[in-house]
């Protein structure tokens, strides 16, 4: 469409160019004419006048070497008069001819010059012809485009218009969303708060718990230590009471072969005082050593409490005389990973309210 207004443009500034060049040329032609005409009109008047000063000077001349008479001065000077005329119109003849000669010239290159108009105009009529058809297509283009663009603008419109409906109905909703956005970000403030709070409770609780690791580290080795002097000592009680049991089946040989009783046997007392006791100390006894547990281990890569348990503190250990009377309490059954060596020994004879001499039952040396 630009193309086309603008050819259309070209071509009448063109026309009003090529209107006012021929008004002017005409204009100018004219004057040049005229001039023409009054030059050429004033160049015979001033050769005519030329040639007959010149004539007259020679028939002066004449007349008067020859001395004429009136009439044949008359008719001289006539023919004079006559042939100046001649003269001044042959030289306008030929002047003409060369004017003639220049006109056909110009006329000539004037005929050129219409020939490349011709050419010109033609190729400007082509290129108007090619230049209506691109006009006549891009009208069509432009007549199929205006109607493309103007459903499309009716779409977008449409989707226009439902977006504003959906964005004014969710308009809501985003001032609802942007306040449980702020409340939910003030949360986790207050969660990463109380994670520092933890992290330092933590730290607090893994130092106090490395301070009890290595107290009850001291508590295990000392009660290994006990544990091992214990062991010594009823190793000894041990041996002490194969020996009492050796004796003890002596006697009891000695009663089955029915040599002596043991009320009235003077001998069995005698024996009974050679027993040698046992050397403890007066602070332990044998339930002591067979009622003692050693501590479990404690393992350097225990998990620490749960966060849950952080705040609270640790569960006090059981009592040792708990766990004693626990151990002593018939409905109890007997620990599965004690050693052989704190197993009671079998009870095989019940000595119920008899003692030696010295006053010591021997039911406490049977246990």
């Not at 348990?309 to 006090?316: D, H, K, T, V, Y």
Request: with cysteine; charged share 30%.
């Amino acid at each position: 469409m630009d193309l086309v207004e603008e050819n259309a443009k070209i071509s009448l500034q063109l026309e009003q160019n090529i209107t006012k060049n021929m008004l002017k040329e005409s204009k100018l032609q004219d004057e040049i004419n005229n001039l023409q005409y009054e030059l050429d009109r004033q160049t015979s008047s001033l050769v005519a006048a030329e040639n007959e000063v010149l004539l007259s000077k020679n028939a002066l001349q004449e007349m008067v070497s020859q001395k004429f008479n009136s009439t044949d001065a008359n008719k001289f000077l006539s023919s004079v008069k006559l042939s100046v005329e001649l003269k001044s119109a042959q030289q306008m003849c030929e002047g003409y001819k060369h004017k003639l000669n220049e006109s056909l010239k110009l006329n000539q290159q004037y005929l050129d010059k219409i020939d490349v108009l011709k050419s010109n105009i033609a190729n400007l009529e082509d290129k108007l012809e090619k230049l209506e058809r691109k006009n006549e297509e891009s009208i069509n283009k432009l007549t199929i485009l205006t109607n493309f663009f103007k459903e499309q603008e009716k779409h977008y419109l449409k989707q226009i218009n439902e977006k504003a409906e959906l964005y004014i109905s969710k308009e809501g909703e985003s001032s609802i969303l942007n306040e449980q956005i702020k409340s939910k970000n003030q949360e986790i403030v207050n969660y990463k708060g109380e994670i520092q709070s933890l992290k330092k409770e933590i730290t607090d609780q893994e130092a106090s718990f490395k301070i009890q690791l290595s107290a009850a580290d001291k508590k295990a080795s000392d009660y290994w230590i006990s544990f091992r002097q214990a062991e010594r000592k009823l190793k000894e009680m041990e041996l002490e009471t194969a020996q009492l049991r050796n004796k003890l089946t002596m006697v009891d040989k000695k009663l089955e072969n029915g040599a002596k009783s043991i009320d009235s046997s003077k001998d069995f007392e005698d024996e009974l005082l050679d027993i040698p006791l046992p050397t403890v100390s007066p602070d332990f006894t044998l339930l002591s050593l067979l009622d003692f547990e050693p501590p479990p281990p404690i393992l350097t890569n225990q998990r620490l409490p749960p966060l849950g348990a952080l705040g609270q503190a640790p569960s006090p250990p059981i009592p040792l005389s708990r766990r004693h009377n626990r151990s002593l309490s018939p409905s109890s059954p007997p620990p599965s990973q004690r050693s052989s060596v704190f197993r009671p020994l079998p009870q095989r004879y019940n000595y119920m309210d008899r003692q030696n001499s010295l006053g010591h039952s021997v039911e406490s040396l049977d246990k």
